[in-house]
Nanobody, 121 residues
Framework: QVQLIESGGGLVQAGGSLRLSCAAS??????MAWFRQAPGKARECVTA????????YLRDSVEGRITISRDNAENTLYLQMNSLRPEDTAVYYC????????????????WGQGTRVTVSS
């Protein structure tokens, strides 16, 4: 059984930074990703990376501001978010799959409970 636990969310002013973590327990899955769901909107994939780091996805709207990384030895996924904007406000979810670096949530088998990020203007 795989369990994903996110941490690091909170309230930050526009232009600030946050670092989210996702600690995974159980077997290691190839692909880990961060999704987010803003109020009243569908959940969307922000970024994803495979185990080797050779496969990546990054949403256009966050390019240059958000970086995904993973520590395979610790089975932990990170999301470094800089220059945050009010439109980044959302619940951020960690997800994992062995299917591939895909952006559709239906392809992800395991999900964390989410951590809320609020960016004030």
């Amino acid at each position: 059984q795989v369990q994903l636990i996110e941490s690091g969310g909170g309230l930050v002013q526009a232009g600030g930074s946050l670092r989210l973590s996702c600690a995974a327990s159980g077997r290691i899955l190839d692909v880990m990703a961060w999704f987010r769901q803003a109020p009243g909107k569908a959940r969307e994939c922000v970024t994803a990376v495979n185990w080797s780091g050779t496969g990546r996805y990054l949403r256009d709207s966050v390019e240059g501001r958000i970086t995904i990384s993973r520590d395979n030895a610790e089975n932990t996924l990170y999301l470094q978010m800089n220059s945050l904007r009010p439109e980044d406000t959302a619940v951020y979810y960690c997800a994992a799959t062995d299917v591939g670096v895909l952006t559709t949530e239906n392809n992800y088998d395991y999900w964390g409970q989410g951590t809320r990020v609020t960016v004030s203007s």
